[in-house]
């Protein structure tokens, strides 16, 4: 448990200045002589407010300034704690950043490893283990499929139920009436990752030469496979809200596309989340068109507001995506394919055992186990705070009229001023230990629309192991897009 520093109170004898800096300064000289000592919880900024006798305004400035100066490490649900700034000599050492990799942060609170060996235990002491240590069905066992369908409820119904209970009533047959679920178990598989649920999805709907429609900036997994089927993608124009319904009918109405690919809650790389009229209207297209959607609602649950699934407007087109890796940890790539009728999960089924086999069954069995026992859910929790004190820590550091995000998402979009072309940008960052993904990345490759990539690169706020470190990069990032530089690279081409 983190010491408790809720005594603490600063002292602004002597000091001069604004009264929010006279804050944040007295709290870094605490922390540098020992006073306060790193992993202690302050006050609460309105207790602190009372304490002091100032406006609330004024401590909440003033703990916005310590989080510049990576004083304070905040979690929603928790408090603030405060920490040791990164000193000078210690730099060179914090300066390597990989923000390439949109990982969920893994906040030191919540223990992984000690959730993983319970998990692990749990899983070893069921009377039928023996069964994880067989060949199993491609598409899963009925007990994972209905693990699944129990943590994508609230997605895919609007309900939350207790996790063990919905998946009792799943395995059930509880009937499609039922407040807790309503797809038919026999439709949802068991796949080992996201990625290897859009190959199989692909390789059922289409043959090499098709042509399968995208947003114009889209998931790289998403490029990487249809070269390998040797499919034709192309870019859809896309706004602050996603997917432009009007390119979709436009292309649907002058082209035979096979299928539309889309990621509706926050996009990579852009962080739009589509709006629940846009996805009727994307349905409706999808419907006059008999247009089957694939929908990767990979970050569906990590965002506490997102509109229904396009899956529940356009039940029989959609194949429905949802993972584990990016809402509780890479370690299990598990993911949950919905197909839209039975017929497709057959096939989906087949395309899976030529795919992988089968997904890991001690892996899928600690996803399940984690999902009937709650750990899933408080994995989320946390992480969803996590992200959320990352961004906060990025809206105190960059240009708010450059970025575009959403509270609870692993990245943002970073639009880079006029001084900066997103290669020399990008270059230039690497000079400096800092890795990040420039639009080039994202972009579909159409030669024929005239589209080109933006200048803009994607940050993962997640990939830094600790708030210090990310505020450590943020800085270095926000100084450079300062730098007043003509000495840009060319544009780089896809």
């Known amino acids: 448990m983190p010491k408790s520093g809720l ?47 100032i406006d609330f305004t004024t401590v909440g400035r003033a703990f916005a300034e310590a989080r510049r100066r990576g004083l304070i490490e905040a979690t929603v649900g928790r408090g603030s704690f405060a920490r040791r700034p990164v000193p000078a000599e210690d730099t060179d050492s914090l300066a390597a950043v990989d923000m390439t990799m949109n990982l969920p942060p893994q906040p030191a609170s919540l223990d992984l490893k000690g959730r993983i060996e319970r998990g692990i235990g749990a899983v070893l002491a069921r009377p039928g283990f023996a069964n994880l240590l067989t060949y199993r069905d491609a598409a899963g066992a009925p007990s994972d499929r209905a693990a699944g369908l129990a943590w994508l409820a609230p ?26 679920y309503a797809p038919p178990l026999d439709r949802l598989l068991v796949a080992s990752g996201v990625q290897t649920a859009i190959a199989a999805t692909l390789t059922t709907l289409t043959r090499p030469g098709d042509l399968v429609l995208a947003e114009a900036l889209t998931y790289p997994g998403l490029l990487l496979a249809a070269r390998q089927f040797g499919l034709r993608l192309q870019g859809l124009p896309i706004d602050q809200h996603g997917l432009v319904p009007e390119a979709l009918e436009a292309a649907c109405m002058h082209q035979q596309p096979k299928a539309l690919y889309c990621v509706p809650v926050l996009h990579s790389p852009t962080t739009a989340t589509m709006p629940a009229e846009r996805r009727r209207a994307i349905a409706a297209i999808a419907m006059r068109h008999r247009l089957p959607i694939i929908e990767d ?17 356009a039940p029989d087109l959609t194949f429905y995506l949802g993972g584990l890796a ?3 940890t890479p370690a299990l790539r598990v993911a949950y394919l919905l197909a839209p009728d039975d017929a497709f999960a057959r096939r989906l089924g087949t395309a899976l055992r030529a795919l992988t086999g089968m997904a890991p069954p001690l892996m899928v069995a600690l996803a399940s186990e984690w999902i009937r026992s709650g750990e899933a859910l408080e994995i989320l929790t946390a992480l969803r705070q996590e992200a959320a004190a990352r961004q906060r820590l990025a809206a105190d550091l960059l240009p708010p009229e450059l970025v575009q995000t959403a509270p609870e998402a692993h990245h943002l979009w970073l639009r880079l001023p006029a001084n900066w072309s997103r290669a020399a940008f990008v270059s230039r960052l690497q000079s400096q230990h800092l890795a990040l993904v420039p639009s080039d990345a994202f972009m579909v490759p159409n030669e024929d629309s005239g589209m080109a990539p933006p200048e803009a690169v994607r940050l993962c706020l997640g990939s830094a192991p600790d708030q210090r470190l990310l505020h450590h990069a943020l800085s270095i990032l926000a100084a450079t897009l300062r730098e007043a530089t003509t000495a840009a690279l060319p544009a780089m081409v896809v």
Do not use: C
């Open 155 to 180: 997605r895919l119904t609007g309900t939350t139920p207790p996790q063990e209970t919905a998946t009792e009533a799943i395995l059930a047959g509880k009937s499609s009436g039922d407040s807790f």
């Open 7 to 53: 005594g603490w109170t600063p002292r602004l004898q002597g000091r001069h200045g604004p009264l929010y800096l006279m804050i944040a300064q007295a709290l870094e000289d605490d922390i540098a002589s020992g006073r306060v000592k790193a992993g202690e919880r302050l006050p609460a900024q309105r207790v602190l407010a009372a304490r002091l006798n």
């Open 297 to 313: 609602d990979t970050y569906g649950l990590l965002a506490r507001q997102a509109p229904p699934p396009i899956a529940r407007f």
């Open 326 to 328: 990016k809402v509780l």
